[in-house]
């Protein structure tokens, strides 16, 4: 059975884009970017919302030549099956891509069941629905040294969670990595 893990890069006080929606203060560097690349590797299915795989769809396209560690990523991301939830996404752009008209907590629960590669979900609005589905096995996240006082929280409302620190590593851009299982 695979596991669900919610990952992403967050500022320190919990937010995965500011109030204008940017998120450039959480542009991975070389070191981390390289660490990421290696988490990913073996994840077999990204679940996104519209939204993230918007900004996502960009690696099936991306120039990252000269690039190695972009490179890989791009390649890494391309490998993997995609699931795409939308009710107004006229269609995916990318290779190995599904889209689902609707979040359906029970269909990603025989998904979780019949795959043997860990799955990713992404897009904090999609993932509030999988916590509320008690689906998510896993968190991971990017902690990085930045307030910025509002904007799209990376965890929802409303939700009280134990939680076992399973690993933890410091960058030298001063970003945490932290990972946590789900207490049941």
């Known amino acids: 059975m695979a596991l669900l893990l919610y990952a992403s890069i967050t500022s320190l006080d919990g937010y995965v884009a500011d109030e204008e929606g940017s998120f450039d203060w959480g542009v991975p560097d070389e070191e981390l970017h390289t660490f990421i ?6 994840i077999g299915t990204y679940l996104y919302g519209r939204g993230l795989y918007e900004v996502m769809v960009a690696w099936e396209t991306m120039p990252t030549a000269g690039d190695p560690i972009l490179q890989d990523y791009a390649e890494i991301w391309q490998a993997a099956q995609k699931i795409v939830y939308s009710s107004t996404l006229p269609g995916p752009s990318s290779r190995r891509t599904r889209l689902e008209r609707h979040f359906i907590p029970a269909a990603v629960e025989q998904l979780k069941a019949a795959e043997s590669q860990d799955l990713v979900i992404g897009g904090a609005e999609l993932a509030a629905g999988a916590f509320a589905a008690d689906l998510i096995d896993e968190i991971h996240q990017f902690v990085s040294p930045v307030v910025v006082g509002g904007g799209k929280p990376f965890l929802p409302k409303s939700i009280r969670l134990g939680l ?3 690993d933890e590593r410091r960058f030298a851009n001063g970003v945490v990595y932290l990972r946590y299982s789900i207490e049941r």
């Open 164 to 166: 076992a620190l399973r």
């Open 37 to 42: 690349n290696d988490l990913q590797r073996p």
